[in-house]
């Protein structure tokens, strides 16, 4: 009785097994090399643009981060909304990485204006939102125009100014500036 002869194996079937496993070996070599790498990624420089109000130390203790910070982990959004929350004179935050230095570009708001309220100093921007609020703030507003408002009834960093008398209407600010 004779043996069953074994097929020989379809040469293109035998070179498309060998291609995909040295593609698949290849990919596991780049992802392991990848691991391997990428939580070496540092931040080495941090660089604040735009930034007149506050130092740049402080806008970068706000965003969370330091020099030598792994890249891999770091939550970008949640610096930028920190640095928004922190920081009133902000309209926009930018934050770019550029090799190894993180780039944090701030576009202030116009702050046209100050104004004293029950010696407390606010300054306030063209829609009459208070940005900021301080007690001896004469000294730091000083930069920008001190203007005499009418009754203020309620002043809160954040929000528009009210006014005791309702009727008043602040819209009419802008066009004089």
């Not at 498309?16 to 040295?22: A, E, F």
């Not at 969370?64 to 009133?88: F, V």
């Amino acid at each position: 009785m004779r043996q069953p002869q074994r097929r020989k194996p379809d040469e293109n079937v035998l070179r498309i097994l060998r291609l995909g496993m040295l593609i698949s070996g290849a990919v596991i070599f780049v992802l392991a090399l990848a691991m391997l790498i990428l939580p070496a990624i540092k931040i080495n420089n941090i660089v604040v643009e735009g930034n007149t109000y506050y130092d740049d130390a402080y806008v970068i203790e706000k965003a969370g981060i330091s020099a030598g910070d792994e890249l891999l982990g770091w939550n970008m959004q949640k610096s930028c909304d920190d640095i928004m929350a922190a920081y009133p004179y902000a309209s926009d935050i930018y934050i770019s990485i550029n090799f190894f230095t993180v780039k944090i570009e701030i576009v202030e708001k116009p702050t046209v204006m100050y104004t004293e309220h029950q010696n407390q100093y606010f300054s306030i921007d063209r829609t009459m939102r208070v940005l900021e609020m301080k007690a001896n703030g004469e000294e730091t507003f000083s930069p920008f125009l001190r203007v005499k408002l009418p009754q203020i009834l309620t002043a809160q960093v954040g929000a528009t100014l009210q006014f005791a008398d309702a009727s008043i209407d602040p819209s009419y600010v802008p066009q004089l500036l």
